[in-house]
């Protein structure tokens, strides 16, 4: 459990950072990126691998790098479940990711 709480303030920690440095990502808030980390978590823990199981033939097909797209997939979902966070273009949601 404590691992879990520690993984979800890094990742919103990250956000937050990176909400800072990089232009096309806007967090209002420190809360909001907590709340951020939790999401992608859970999108990671529950969504991630039946989208990837569905795509494993284009992921074999490159050689894995549709795995980046998935990946890259994940935040505007997020983005879309939290509102206050929000990625103004693939270039930025494929930094972030």
Known sequence: MGKLIVS????????????NFLPGVHVTGLWTAIIVGCVIGLINNFV???????A???????????SFVINGLMIPLAS??????????????????
Do not use: D, E, Q, R
Not at 8 to 19: C, E, S
Not at 56 to 66: C, H, K, S, Y
């Open 56 to 66: 494993m033939p284009v992921t074999v097909l490159t050689l894995g790098l549709f």
């Open 8 to 19: 979800v303030l890094m990742n919103g920690l990250v956000v937050y950072l990176l909400a």
């Open 80 to 97: 879309y479940l939290v509102s206050g966070f929000h990625v103004s273009g693939i270039l930025w949601v494929m930094l972030l990711a």
């Open 48 to 54: 991630k691998p039946i989208i990837s199981i569905i």
